[in-house]
């Protein structure tokens, strides 16, 4: 099953700015967060802001075997498709990562280590929030 790299109508209609795109993070820029991710405590939790379809997510936790991580995204059909990646995982993984469906401004960071924003495609307005 391929995954769709730009949203629907009803994804889209989520972004105040009508955004049918998303963004990557650089893999040097990845690499940065996930090189903190894999430092944190065991009480650690990674969060990634517009998760996609969960690779940062599920890459932290398999470098760091006592991490929690979350992804929150945006997108009902990438949400999906992380949710169905971590349930593919070992369950030892598996049980340490979550997905939330919803937007990045509800998120919870409060017990967040390290919290990676990768949300290029939702506009400036995000990073001027």
Known sequence: ?????????ADAAKFSGGADTFGHAT???ARALLD???RLGGDGVFVDLGSGCGHVAVYAASLNLTLRTR???LS???HAAAVAA????????AARVDFVEGDL???D??????????????GRSVFQA
Do not use: C, I, N
């Open 1 to 9: 099953k391929a995954t769709s790299w730009t949203l629907d109508a």
């Open 27 to 29: 893999p040097g820029g």
């Open 36 to 38: 903190a991710a894999a």
């Open 71 to 73: 992804g929150h995204e």
């Open 76 to 78: 009902s059909k990438r």
């Open 86 to 93: 971590r349930d593919g995982l070992a369950a030892d993984v």
């Open 105 to 107: 401004f509800d998120a």
């Open 109 to 122: 960071v409060a017990s967040a280590g390290a919290v990676f924003a990768s949300a290029g495609g939702a």
